[in-house]
């Protein structure tokens, strides 16, 4: 199990570790139906995955996909309930070749010299709830359904997306909602109100994030 490690435990702005959203476990992760997940057979968007597919991960290589968790989010007319608004991710923010929508418990793995986790690397796995604002980041009304697919490996996982993005797969063990920041399993989500400090520490280092430019920099290797 990893145990990830602030560096620098001041967060800038004062302290402020709240987006203005409610920072709290509501249980929604999952990838948009048409995100492209590296395979064994390609880019393939995950809602073609079945079981027994192998997905590339961060630490572990080609992993076998052992069920998909499916669930359609219908969105009500009107503002959406703050906790439970998803995340609009700008192309590259992420390192995402395309735009991209986030649900608020999806975890996303950082790279940032201000952790590092038990093996000494710089990475750290964050709920989305917790980028808003982040080079771009956004919550916003997806104004149509989303069909959201998580493939689920034997083990938690962290794969790649649309080239360069690292989306957390928990283990089917781990599907109860409210565990979603247990310390269960080989990695643990940072809680909300740790992930924003690490976020806004991030935000304060970086100058300015003009829309649709690239972040410069360069994708992690995956650790095998």
């Known amino acids: 199990m990893l145990d990830w490690l602030l560096k620098r ?6 302290g402020v570790m709240n ?17 492209h997940v590296a395979s064994n057979l390609g880019w393939r968007p995950v809602e073609a995955l079945t079981p027994g597919d192998k997905v590339l991960t961060f630490d572990h ?7 998909l968790q499916r ?5 009500a007319e009107g503002d959406l309930e703050p906790a439970r608004c998803p995340l609009f991710v700008p192309r590259d923010a ?3 070749r395309v735009p991209m929508w986030l649900m608020p418990d999806q975890g996303v793995l950082l790279e940032s010299e201000l952790v590092e986790d038990a093996q000494g690397d710089p990475f750290a796995i964050v709920p989305a709830c917790a980028l808003e604002g982040y080079r771009g980041i956004r919550r916003m009304h997806p104004g149509a359904q989303l069909e959201l697919v998580m ?3 034997a083990e938690d996982q962290v794969i790649y997306l649309e080239a360069g993005m690292l989306g957390y797969a928990a283990a089917p063990a781990n599907l ?14 940072l809680d909300p109100d740790e992930a924003r400090g690490l976020v806004l520490s991030m935000m304060a280092e970086e100058d300015f994030w003009p829309a649709g430019a690239a972040t410069g920099v360069s ?6």
């Open 219 to 224: 994708q992690p290797e995956a650790r095998m």
């Open 9 to 14: 435990t001041n967060s800038p702005a004062g």
């Open 61 to 67: 290589g080609m992993q076998t996909v052992v069920e």
């Open 176 to 189: 109860m909602c409210g565990r979603v920041f247990s310390e269960q399993g080989a990695y643990r989500v």
């Open 94 to 96: 992420l390192m995402n």
């Open 71 to 75: 669930e359609v989010m219908i969105p």
């Open 151 to 153: 493939p689920r490996f």
């Open 19 to 35: 987006s203005g959203f409610p920072l709290i476990p509501v249980g929604q992760g999952g990838f948009l139906a048409g995100t």
